[in-house]
């Protein structure tokens, strides 16, 4: 499957921003899909993931501001970022894998299929 990320751009903090994940190739409903980010020198950070029920994963730095979703019917699969800040700026990657287990979701090696990536920025 491929994936295509965008929606990335520079916003002030406290605004808003949805980055979408489009999968072609392949039926995309039996896949969980997730967003990992990663800021230049660090290590990609898990943000949230949704699997092929609908279940949702987030992580701490997501809880509350950040929304994952997906259309199946698109191929689809978005994140809604509310309230941003700048410690949000980073490129934001979306994966995909119809193999992840639950306890595995959260490690980027989980996943076999990567989108290339789309750049959020915020400024203060």
């Known amino acids: 499957v491929q994936l295509q990320a965008s929606g990335g751009g520079l916003v002030r903090a406290g605004g808003s921003l949805r980055l979408s994940c489009a999968a072609s190739?392949?039926?995309?409903?039996?896949?969980?899909v997730a967003w990992f980010r990663q800021i230049p020198g660090k290590e990609r950070e898990f943000v949230s993931a949704?699997?092929?029920?609908?279940?949702?994963i987030d992580s701490g730095a997501a809880k509350g501001r950040f929304t994952i979703s997906r259309d199946n019917a698109k191929n689809t699969v978005y994140l809604q970022m509310n309230s941003v800040k700048p410690e949000d700026t980073a490129v934001y990657y979306c994966?995909?894998?119809?193999?992840?287990?639950?306890?595995?979701?959260?490690?980027?090696?989980?996943?076999?299929?990567w989108g290339q990536g789309t750049l959020v920025t915020v400024s203060s």
């Open positions: 190739g392949r039926t995309f409903s039996g896949y969980t």
């Open positions: 949704i699997r092929w029920n609908g279940i949702i």
């Open positions: 994966a995909a894998s119809s193999t992840v287990i639950l306890s595995n979701i959260r490690r980027d090696n989980a996943y076999g299929y």
